[in-house]
Every structure is written in structure tokens, then in C-alpha cells.
């Protein structure tokens, strides 16, 4: 089956940059996040180079705005977003580390 519906380009540019941090398929995305399931993101080589390109993207960003308090909040938001996710894969590969 086949379901479609509409978004804003913000929430395209948004359900995007979460999926591409998933390492989910987008289908796969999309139905996990319909269905109330958790998505869990497993470290891979894609998903850590997904990551370091918004960190480094984020972070020449906020050097732009070194002393600028606007920005939109979906900027705020994808920062939120990497940062939480990055915090999580590295506590996850110090526990992994710990256990070998």
C-alpha cells in the first residue's frame, strides 16, 4: 500500500536530516515513527559520517553567529537533535569499550 501526504519544505528538510542520521531507509523511518516506535540508531560508519558532517556544519554555524542571537528554530532544533544523538553514540561506544 501505498500512504502519501503533505509537508512544509522546513518539516521535509527536518524528517530528512533525522533520517539520514537514522541509518534507517526513510520508509523504514517513517512507519517506525507512525507506529509510536522507538528508532534506534545503530553506529555505523554512514550514520558516524552523517554525524560529524552536522556537527562540523553546526559548528561553523555558530561560529557565524558569534554574537548574533537570531536564528530559526529549526536550526535550534537540529542542533538539539545531533547533539543529543552524538552525546548518546559516544556514551554507547565507551560502554562498548568498558565491555571488551
Known amino acids: ?3 502519501a501526504f503533505r509537508v512544509s519544505p522546513e518539516e521535509n528538510a527536518a524528517i530528512n536530516e533525522r533520517v539520514r542520521l537514522s541509518g534507517l531507509t526513510k520508509q523504514d523511518y517513517l512507519c517506525r515513527r507512525s507506529l509510536e516506535q522507538d528508532v534506534v540508531v545503530v553506529g555505523n560508519p554512514r550514520v558516524f559520517r552523517a ?3 552536522d556537527m562540523c556544519r553546526i559548528s561553523k554555524r555558530l561560529l557565524e553567529l558569534n554574537g548574533c542571537s537570531e536564528e530559526s528554530p529549526e536550526f535550534w532544533e537540529a542542533v538539539k537533535y545531533a547533539a543529543r ?3 548518546d553514540l559516544m556514551k554507547f561506544g565507551e560502554q ?4 571488551a
Not at 562498548?96 to 565491555?99: D, I, L, Q, S
Open 1 to 3: 500500500m501505498t500512504i
Open 51 to 53: 554525524l560529524r558532517e
Open 85 to 87: 544523538l552524538y552525546h
Open 96 to 99: 562498548e569499550t568498558e565491555h
